[in-house]
């Protein structure tokens, strides 16, 4: 146990004598920290153990919202801690759950309309038009925007815009009106997926198929398959355009249910 830790300490000193260190700030603790590392990563050299505020590692969950400031500067920064490079003096601190308004409802019972999103968000008109959630959004969506547009009663424009929200909150955190953005734009996603979305048919073909049990064929061959022949099909396969033709179909039908 104490050689294995020994050699772990070796093995860090050794490293930090040929990476780049840069002195950071965890929590009001200073630690030394390569400098290629992101702030969640960092975390884990200085030692501590991330069990909230951490998910996916690839900026796709939200989980890591973070906050940090530089000495010389009286700016709040903002950003994800899997995605954003540590920088020297910068004092962080996680924000692994902010307490934010949830409303409670059933989506089968609401009506798809402003009115809806009026009465269970009713402080979405005290938004000044600050702008400071636009700016604060570590995916770069118009935050502001899309509140105006739910404020205007345009659901289907506020989903739309608020669609690649990973729901990590650091506009809600900064936001001067104390908004809740990312639980309204699910609201509005939601609204527009439940209420106005068209039904996909052939979404229902597929479901009908797979009782059906007419994919198991296929199914039962790519098992046979070993790893390597795996791999090879799913990178040449071929992937439907986003913005495709309602028809399209692949070149390769092996796949393909047609009856
Ligand atoms: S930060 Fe808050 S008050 Fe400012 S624009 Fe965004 S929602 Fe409105
Ligand atoms: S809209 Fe808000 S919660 Fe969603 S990704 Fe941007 S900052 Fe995070
Ligand atoms: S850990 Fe999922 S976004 Fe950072």
Redesign the pocket.
Known sequence: MSNNSDSKKKNKKQSETTLEMVPIFIMGKKHDVPATLTIQKAFEYAGYQLVRG???????????GTVYRFPDSYRIEVG????TVVKPNMYISQIPFFPANKAVYDIEELEPTGSTVWALYPEIFKCVGCGTCTRSCPMDIDVMEYISRAIRGDIAGAAELSFDC?MCGLCTVRCPSEEVQYNIGILTRRLYGRHIAKRAKHLEDAVENVKQKKFDKGVKKLKKMDIDKLKEIYSARETEPQFGPEEWEPENKDYLITE
């Not at 951490?54 to 890591?64: D, E, F, S, V």
């Not at 994800?80 to 995605?83: R, S």
Request: glycine share 24%; proline share 0%.
């Open positions: 951490c998910g996916c590692r690839g900026g796709i969950c939200g989980a890591c994800l801690a899997c995605q990973v």
